[in-house]
């Protein structure tokens, strides 16, 4: 199988429920003040789930899996004790917002499941 933007994906495809959680955390945290500091759990969960879904990317042949890494290395960051999540600016939500689309793009394509019959 070739590399294409989106990748293989089942003949019958429904949703990766956990790409579209993903994407409602990610899309709800763009909202949420995190003046006192960004939690690091949030941090781990970004990075760590944005690791995976490069990986099934690069299984499924998508070239679309590649945004995944540039736009997770901002949540190394507040790891690293640069915080750029502390004031809502462009930063904060120009980040959570791709993120947020990236998770909900791949829930769609590559990362669909086989739809279950009834």
């Known amino acids: 199988m070739k590399w294409t933007l989106?990748?293989?994906?089942?003949?019958?495809?429904?949703?990766?429920?956990?790409?579209?959680?993903?994407?409602?955390?990610?899309?709800?945290?763009?909202?949420?003040?995190?003046?006192?500091?960004?939690?690091?759990?949030?941090?781990?969960?970004?990075?760590?789930?944005?690791?995976w879904f490069l990986y099934l990317g690069i299984k499924a042949k998508a070239l679309f899996s590649f945004l995944f890494l540039p736009t997770a290395a901002l949540w190394l960051m507040p790891l690293l004790g640069t915080d750029p999540f502390i004031?809502?600016?462009?930063?904060?939500?120009?980040a959570h917002t791709l993120l947020a689309l990236l998770f909900g793009v791949a829930a769609y394509t590559y990362a669909a499941r086989e739809r279950v019959k009834k």
């Open 6 to 51: 989106f990748g293989k994906r089942p003949k019958t495809p429904a949703p990766s429920w956990t790409a579209a959680v993903l994407a409602f955390i990610f899309a709800s945290q763009t909202f949420i003040d995190s003046s006192a500091g960004y939690a690091a759990y949030m941090s781990y969960l970004a990075f760590g789930s944005a690791l």
């Open 87 to 94: 004031k809502m600016n462009l930063v904060t939500f120009g």
